[in-house]
């Protein structure tokens, strides 16, 4: 008889991923299914990063390297700091890893003692509060609901300071939301933050290319905090590499350090290859991404259309990242054929058994009344989903 550990008893599985695994085995059994779950860019790799990679094994970059990345991949990501970001990191405060999740769980667990309390804003991505609690943190939930665009504000993040916070986690662009916080937004958190420098900040910014309303904004950039904070990136979204497996991050000297201690003991450095290629994408101008964020930004247009089209369904309008967080809770209580929907999870299932489209339940990022749709999939597919949710929909009384 073997007897799982305690923690690994109370981590949940990955909602989004096991949406999609769910959905891939409904196709294998021979179903129709289109799944909106996963959220990975439909584009393929750029050939020019895929040309990098032949090159790195032709060249016989196929040996263990050093933990933190190759010396000139963390220039090439420092450069790409001040170029993108206006942020001054230096190598040796860069550290590579296999995505962007390894090195969020690296931080967590540099800083994270038994107890410590760590904020994280609801809507939150899935894996934020069971990376958590793996290093036994206590995660304090406070949530911003759709009426604010999903966005904390100062006052909100202060009310849930105690002496026993250690850390405060958050993306913009979000997943789930696809909210975007504004530079005089984040200067309302870090106005805060600076009175408490024992808070270490997790900034994840994967999705910073995939922003529809402008610039993108660090909140490394203020001085007052930026020896607080970690600037989490990575090539999955902007540079359609989720395979490819790399994340990084721009910290603190003394947090630089610690995570390439971790690492050393868990994964080593990431895959050579994918470390020479990410030199490529991180050298590119993102000009080059200009086609793709141009069709992202065409797919939520249509997606946000067809939402609004629907009676009872209240959607945000999100200014990045590729996902809508629609409200559905007007559902609630209402039942078809012997199916009544009670909450999000329901709605997830109703939708995937009655429409065949496959999505993820708010309730796996904090919010019980929402819903998140992907919608990076090509055009047809989304008129088709969206035609297929209105008609289930409509069948709920
Ligand atoms: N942060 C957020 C907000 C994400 O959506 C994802 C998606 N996977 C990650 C981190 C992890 O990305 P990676 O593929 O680099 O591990
Ligand atoms: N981050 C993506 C998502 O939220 C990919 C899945 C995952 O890594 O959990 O769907």
């Known amino acids: 008889m073997i007897h799982l550990s305690d923690r690994l008893m109370a981590m949940e599985e990955s909602a989004t991923i096991a949406m999609s695994r769910k959905s891939r085995e409904l196709k294998a059994e021979g179903k129709d299914i289109i799944s909106l ?30 933990v933190q990345g190759y010396d000139d991949l963390r220039e090439s990501i420092s450069k790409k700091f001040k170029r993108d970001n206006g942020l001054d990191y230096t190598k040796d405060q860069i550290v590579t890893s296999t995505g962007a999740k390894q090195s969020i769980a690296n931080v967590v667990l540099s800083i ?66 696809g909210s975007v916080y504004t530079k005089e937004e984040l200067k309302e958190l870090a106005d805060v933050l600076k009175k408490y420098p024992q808070i270490v900040v997790i900034s994840d910014e994967i999705y910073e290319h995939i922003n529809f309303m402008g610039k993108h904004e660090s909140l490394a950039q203020f001085p007052e905090v930026y020896n607080q904070v970690v600037t989490v990136n990575g090539v999955s979204k902007a540079w359609a590499m989720t ?48 086609e793709m964020i141009t069709a992202f930004n065409k797919r939520r247009v249509l997606v946000l259309n067809a939402l609004n089209n629907m009676k009872g369904v209240k959607a945000n309008v999100p200014a990045g990242a590729f996902y809508v967080f629609p409200d559905v809770s007007s559902f609630f209580g209402k039942s ?35 819903i998140r749709i992907s919608y990076a999939a090509s055009d047809e597919t989304l008129i088709e989903a969206m035609k297929r949710i209105k008609t289930a929909l409509e069948k709920l009384n």
Not at 37 to 66: H, R
Not at 259 to 274: A, D, M
Request: charged share 20%; hydrophobic share 40%.
């Open 243 to 290: 395979g490819w497996r790399l994340g990084y991050i721009g910290a603190p000297k003394a947090i630089a350090d610690a995570c390439t201690k971790v690492q050393g003991q868990f994964t080593s450095g990431t895959c050579s290859i994918t470390q020479k290629a990410t030199i490529a994408a991180m050298e590119a101008d993102p000009i080059v991404l200009k």
């Open 112 to 177: 994270i003692n038994p107890g410590d309390e760590v904020i994280v804003p609801a809507p939150y991505w899935v894996s934020y509060l069971e990376i958590v609690k793996v290093a036994e943190g206590i995660p304090v939930v406070i949530k911003a609901g759709i009426d604010r665009d999903f966005k904390i504000s100062g006052k909100q993040l202060e009310a849930a300071i105690t002496p026993k916070t250690k850390m405060l986690i958050f993306s913009t662009p979000c997943n789930p939301t």
């Open 336 to 370: 078809y054929n012997g199916t009544t929907v009670h909450n999000a999870d329901d709605m997830c299932l109703y939708l995937l058994d009655e429409a065949l489209v496959a999505l993820v339940t708010g309730d796996a990022f904090g919010d019980q009344n929402c």
């Open 37 to 66: 779950s996963l959220g990975e860019p439909d584009f393929f790799t750029p050939q020019f990063i895929k040309d990098a990679a032949v090159e790195a094994m032709d060249n016989n970059f196929t040996m263990y390297t050093p």
